[in-house]
């Protein structure tokens, strides 16, 4: 016996395909585009980080250059919101995805 197609749930898989098919490609796109800045603990150093994990721009303040201090602290405060940058490069691209994707159910 030859099994039936059941035409309406073919099409609306394939609408659901295609809504999330857009939906992905417009999440690459403003994962690219969504920036996030994050300063060091001090304030002295701030990262601007995209949510794909680029870091665009490092802004050092005029008060990191102390020549007394030497470069150890300005090296900590840069290490220091490199690795927020990173967290926060994460958590942009991990709130994108839920916001943009929330209301599909996972597969497995």
């Known amino acids: 016996m030859p099994r039936e197609i059941d035409e309406a749930f073919v099409e609306e898989a394939i609408e659901r395909y295609r809504k999330i098919d857009a939906l992905r490609a417009e999440f690459e796109k403003t994962v690219v585009d969504l920036e996030v800045t994050v300063r060091s603990p001090d304030g002295l150093v701030s990262i601007v980080v995209s949510a794909d994990g680029d870091f665009r721009d490092v802004t050092i ?3 990191a250059i ?10 900590k405060a840069v290490l220091a ?13 991990k709130k994108l995805h839920d916001e943009t994707f929330g209301d599909y159910r996972p597969l497995a």
């Open 61 to 63: 303040s005029p008060e």
């Open 81 to 93: 919101a490199c690795k927020a940058a990173s967290h926060a490069g994460d958590w942009a691209r």
């Open 66 to 75: 102390d020549p007394e201090k030497g470069t150890r602290e300005l090296a």
